[in-house]
């Protein structure tokens, strides 16, 4: 092996290790920025999951097909 597919090999590898930082930061449990979790946690604090019944969106559906314009058959003659 050359020197520059030695060298070729640890850019690739270091181009995988960037990329993949976020996950193995969080996978091994580095604490390297507390203050960007605090915030993100502060920032959905106030948010909820709403539940809506899924029969009224089918009939929102529903009603909205229904008030579609359509061509009838003998219209497009």
Known sequence: MSWLYIALLALALA???GAEWPRLEARLG???HPR????R???KAPL???RSDADDFAASVERDLAN???IDETERR
């Open 41 to 43: 946690s502060r920032r």
């Open 15 to 17: 181009v995988v290790v």
């Open 30 to 32: 580095i604490d390297t």
């Open 48 to 50: 909820r999951v709403v």
């Open 68 to 70: 579609l314009p359509t």
């Open 36 to 39: 960007r979790r605090r915030g």
